[in-house]
């Protein structure tokens, strides 16, 4: 995920240009307040089986990010991983965090929401720290979870989400500053780690469960990132782990790199993946200017726009939203009607960037609209989602939000159906 200074008070999110809207969708009625729809899977889905993937990240916990666990860097200088790990008594903090930010209970509370799939991220240097300040030892944790998650059921991405010389820039590749990705040998450093990954969680012990491998997490697309080389290196990557992998299902999964999912249609017949190499991308709105401008009317307009771009990549390669959130940068009135910004000056209006737990109903109803017509788009358009993140600032936490009612309960249970038809 990516976060700015400036930006982190509004949100944190992936810099995205918002797909074009579909007509207009209506937010108007709905049923009885509180009241609950059940949707069938078969309502919600196409074909896509069993294997539909309705996942959360956990987030911020193998790889740090400072406004995701402020109270890890409590203390310190530290701006991202490679200045923490570089901090006094950094390893006993990351053994603390690592142990007590994600446990076995977590998996059983997300299990009881109807989630199947956590989409895990973690760095390069759990497994290659070389001339590195990184502490290695998060593999371990890794391993745990993998665990956690085969005997509770439920299915593992895991996402290497730092690559060598950072593939963004961004503190959620580890280092943030100068992109050195496709410098050097750090893209056959990528590789290497790939291979690793594949080695130990590729095989038959754990292909109940790890369905999934994302070979790098929002590369950039501009400055010292070739496209061209992106893409020549993800075919090669690709190749390489199916040629290691025990498990011949493994999925291999790209994130699009901000050139939107039809860029890599062609990947497939490339390589013959037989539906094997997947393409992820990170739908947010509250990133961009043009989003922030928006009501939440249009928010869930422009959620269930993304439906037809979604349901064309879907038709060409295994299509994933691996990153979304339910945070939008509105107000509402008291009279329920929405306006864009972070403040405003109507006797009784509220923005949702007031503390969670003061959310007046209003508020917790728009944000719940906004959630289930995104769901309602992810599940008839895609392969499978998850949000950022299970636990987060605000309303950044799937946990709060089951709790606070503007997350559905189970996920596939529906307040207001029918919002993008």
Known sequence: MRVSAFLLSLCAGALLTPPASSSPVSVATSPVAGSTVEVEDSLLRRDDGPDFLRGVNIGGWLILEKWMVPDVFDGTNAIDQWTFDSTSGAAAALQQHWSTWFTEADVQSLKATGINALRIPIGFWAYDNANTPYLKGADIFLEQAVGWAQAAGMKVWIDCHGSPGSQNGYDNSGHQGDVEWQQGNNLNRSIEVLLTLAWKYGTAQYADTVVGLEMVNEPISWGNNNNTVTKQWAMQAYED????????????????????????ADVPAIVGSNGLFGVDSHLYQCFVDSDNQLTQAQHI?????????????????????????????????????????????????????????????????????????????????????????????????????????????????????????
């Not at 999964?253 to 039809?262: E, K, Q, R, T, V």
């Not at 950022?388 to 596939?412: A, D, E, H, L």
């Open 241 to 264: 782990i199916k040629a290691i992998a025990a498990n011949k299902n493994l999925m291999i999964i790209m994130h699009d790199a901000f050139l939107g999912a039809d860029y890599w």
């Open 301 to 421: 307009q422009e959620a269930c726009g993304w439906g037809p771009g979604l349901i064309k990549a879907k038709a060409a390669l295994p299509t994933f939203v691996g990153e979304w959130s339910p945070v939008t940068n509105i107000c509402v009135n008291p009279d329920g009607s929405t306006t864009a910004g972070t403040s405003c000056s109507v006797s009784g209006c509220q923005c949702q960037s007031a503390d969670m737990s003061t959310w007046n109903p209003q508020m917790v109803e728009q944000v719940r609209r906004y959630v289930e017509a995104q769901l309602d788009t992810f599940e008839s358009s895609t392969n499978g989602y998850f949000m950022w993140s299970f636990n987060g600032p605000g309303n950044w936490g799937f946990q709060s939000g089951i709790q606070r009612g503007v997350i559905p309960n189970p996920v596939t249970s529906r307040q207001y159906p029918g919002q993008c038809a």
